[in-house]
């Protein structure tokens, strides 16, 4: 049956946080085997009635499903607009979709409220803002929305409620002073007839001070409007039960000062709750006079959310009432408590992700960041509690009971930025399942509204240049558009006049200019456009790419690098030949910066560009080699320094197999093991699985003896480490690291086979590469549906089972002779498969 799955807008599902001009329209759809996309037609209006009266494509014959832009009317703040989308099929099926979107606050003059806080009362808590509404009893509500940018983190609250009651550390991280989120709630739904209370929580965040802009509109279905901001008289502040909050210290909450609420954690935002200075409330909040100055602009990617509880796996008792739980897994995110006692009785957590030799939660690689909540008992019944503005990264936490107090349940919460995952990989190779598993997990611990280093101590930066390798796994396995957009901009607003960007972004650490490893400022918009049919971002920041490339080659000397600073980061330096010279890496990275500079204008058919950055490539290459290449051997000879030329083009086709030769009889001298760090690895398993060599690449990953990632998998890893040593010994050793986790690439794209080229994958192709692992299902949800394969090998045949998206096309070919296609007699390596299921049998690898 042919029919539209889904509608989105700006890449989402019926979004009321639209400001674009003309926002972009993508849809998936689902039809048998064959089915193709022969025209669309959009009609966007201002009731459900009124079809078309904002915007009319007419019908337009194209196959193309993503980013269609709207070119109607120009479209006001707050205005709801209504789609319908009709698509025709090749069988002259049609399908319909209704859907709708909202604009919100386009302009800064939109805002009429003002920042308001308290900095001068209840430190180190967080603080509440309420308000009392004298809405109109006589009118029909048509729709009702708050925008709030509360900050650092905040909460919004209606009549004892929290609205998206899955949503914390909200809103996301940026640099302040140019770019503040804000967040649009629906809250129909919680507003009642009479005697509203609207309430927000602040916390500290990242900002290190706690403030709130608010707007709210209710629509009434005579056409009138009511309004409301922030500091617009009636509001009334105090302090909370949460007296302590920090994002690296933990958060402390004091369940005695519920009494403040009739012993109800959410009456304070409730009409029947009295606001009073007598009740140590303070009438009109201070007006910040010295506030972040960023454009405010609405929150796009997705909430975090807790997405999911682990149970303990085991427990260890120990005297003075402490007890350490293990929940099996490596998380971010906090513990949920049920406990039970006398008033003033504490239940203290202290978070960690190893044990010391007594089995005790080991802090050693926290630092400074205590990481460590308290909760303290107002007495009575069972009391649940888990903290909300902070979070941990952790598998094992140390509960301290104090006073006469039970604990009577404890449960991990997984906490991230909640980002759809779209892949799916399994083999019948338990260690490499496990890898899969690790760096999935590994990413979402460390995706909170930027891509951080690591989750539990005094750190979690946005590293560009972990990004570098990190980009290649994450497209894979999540729809990660957004905050791809989101962190380009962020790079962007780090970056100065000279076209230097930052090591960080948001900016809070490190250096201006990065290091030269962090091409993934270009990585990530290349991404973009391939994975997501992302255009926009690839041209609305060209010249930001352009002037860091230029900056650049501005630092080098025929094009050989100044400088570098953390090169290629941690290496194996227990192995010999390890350490690469990071000057020739900074060079090699100079060049992969040409190469995606050359690729982004060929995406924006540049062609002065083009030319331009293929002459800068061509003297590049010749640069490189005359330098750094003699007799085989790259600079010093490191799997780093043999890799990276042999993947990015730099080498000679006719000394590329004797670098080859090198590069593999350097793992083999290293028993099976990569002297790599975190950028040079995955250039090594990419050039072994396209040169022949995917067996090598999965005898290197499973191979149990230290370093390596089998390893860790032997010693009980459930994420991906910073480091290779099981042991804790140094306060720089994070055992939750995304940067060496894109092994998971070469599992998608080279044992699955998925390669994907041109603007919202245009190009498709299926090409496996066959190993001892007989075994493979992989998929990944794109955006033209679902693309999948099944690989069986038996003793006489292979079997693939192949689901192609509706309206695409796929090549697959085979490392060994094809000789059935869907029951028909073939011979042949190469195949094009149409949009349904294929069953594919080819012949053994002998």
Known sequence: MFKILELRVENQIEPINIIEECPRFSWVLQGDSNSTQKSY??????????????????????????????????????????????????????????????????????????????????????IYFRKELQIPKDKVIERARVYLCGIGYSELYLNGKKVDEN??????????????????????????????????????????????????????????????????????????????????????????EEKRFNNKPLNWSKYETEASWEKKWMYLPILIKSFPKGKLVPQKIPPIRINKEYEVIKSYKH???????????????????????????????????????????????????????????????????????????????????????????????????????????ETNNEIINKLHKMSVITEQNNEHSIFTDCPQRDERFGWINDLTARAFQTVNNFNI??????????????????????????????????????ASFLLLPLKSYVHYGN????????????????????RSTNYIM???????????????????????????????????????????????????????????????????????????????????????????????????????????????HLTCGNQGYRHVFEVLAKNGYAELVIKVLTNKEYPGWGYMVEQGGTTVWERWEAEMTLIMHSFDHCMFGSYDQIFYEYLGGFHFKGLGMETIIIEPKLTSISKIKASIKTIHGLLSIDIAQKEKEIFYIIMVPISKEVTFISETDIFEVDEKKIKTRSVLLKSGKHIIKAEVKL
Not at 79 to 93: A, G, H, M
Not at 224 to 244: A, M
Not at 485 to 513: C, H, L, R, W, Y
Request: proline share 2%; charged share 20%.
């Open 41 to 126: 037609h959009i009609l966007v209006s201002t009731t459900a009635e009124h079809l078309g009266d904002l915007y009319n494509s007419q019908i337009v014959e194209s196959k193309r499903n993503f980013n269609i832009s709207y070119a109607g009317k120009a479209l006001d703040s707050r205005q709801v607009c209504f789609i319908k989308l009709e698509v025709t099929s090749n069988n002259n099926e049609v399908a319909r979709y209704f859907s709708k979107f909202e604009i919100a606050l386009k302009k800064q003059s939109d805002w009429h409220g003002r920042f308001i806080a308290m900095p001068v009362n209840y430190a180190g808590g967080t």
């Open 167 to 256: 949503k914390y550390l909200n809103p996301g991280q940026t640099d302040y002073d140019q770019t503040l989120l804000y967040d649009c709630y629906k809250i129909d739904d919680y507003l009642v007839k009479e005697h509203n209370v609207i309430g927000v929580e602040v916390g500290y965040g990242w900002l290190g001070n706690r403030m709130m802009l608010l707007q709210m509109y209710i629509d009434f279905t005579d056409g009138t409007v009511f309004e409301d901001y922030s500091f617009n008289n009636q509001w009334w502040t105090t302090g909370t039960p949460v007296i302590y909050n920090s994002v690296f210290g933990g958060e402390t909450y004091d369940a005695r």
């Open 319 to 425: 005297p003075h009432n402490i007890t350490t739980y293990d929940i099996g897994q490596n998380i971010s995110g906090w513990v949920k408590i049920v406990v039970k006692g006398q008033r003033g009785s504490k239940v203290i957590i202290k978070y960690a992700e190893r044990l010391d030799k007594n089995n005790y939660a080991n802090q050693l690689n926290l630092r400074t960041a205590s990481s460590t909540d308290t909760y303290i008992l107002k007495g009575g019944l069972k009391e649940v509690w888990h903290p909300r503005f902070t979070y941990h990264g952790f598998q094992y936490v140390d509960v301290i009971l104090e006073g006469d107090v039970t604990l009577l349940e404890i449960k991990g919460q997984h906490v991230y930025t909640a980002s759809e995952v779209i892949g799916s990989f």
């Open 481 to 518: 558009d957004l905050l791809f957009a989101k962190v380009i901009n962020d790079i962007v607003e780090t970056q100065n006049e000279s076209g230097a960007i930052a090591d960080t972004a948001p900016f809070q650490t490190a250096e201006i200019p990065a290091d030269c490893t962090c």
């Open 535 to 554: 255009e926009e971002i690839v041209s609305k920041y060209y010249a930001n790419y352009k002037a860091w490339v230029e900056y650049l080659l501005s």
């Open 562 to 672: 100044d400088y570098y600073y953390y090169g290629d980061w941690v290496t194996t330096h227990m192995l010999p030949n390890n350490e690469s010279d990071n000057h020739y890496i900074s060079t090699i990275m100079l060049y992969w910066h040409l190469l995606a500079m050359q690729e982004i204008a060929v995406c924006l058919n540049n062609e002065s560009d083009i030319k331009k950055y293929d002459e800068h490539l061509r003297k590049a290459k010749q640069a490189i080699n005359d330098k750094y290449y003699k007799e085989g051997i790259y600079s010093n000879g490191t799997q780093t320094a043999l890799a990276m030329p042999l993947n990015l083009g730099l080498v000679a086709p006719e000394n590329y197999q004797i670098v080859l030769n090198n590069l593999v009889e350097e793992i083999k001298k290293q028993h099976y």
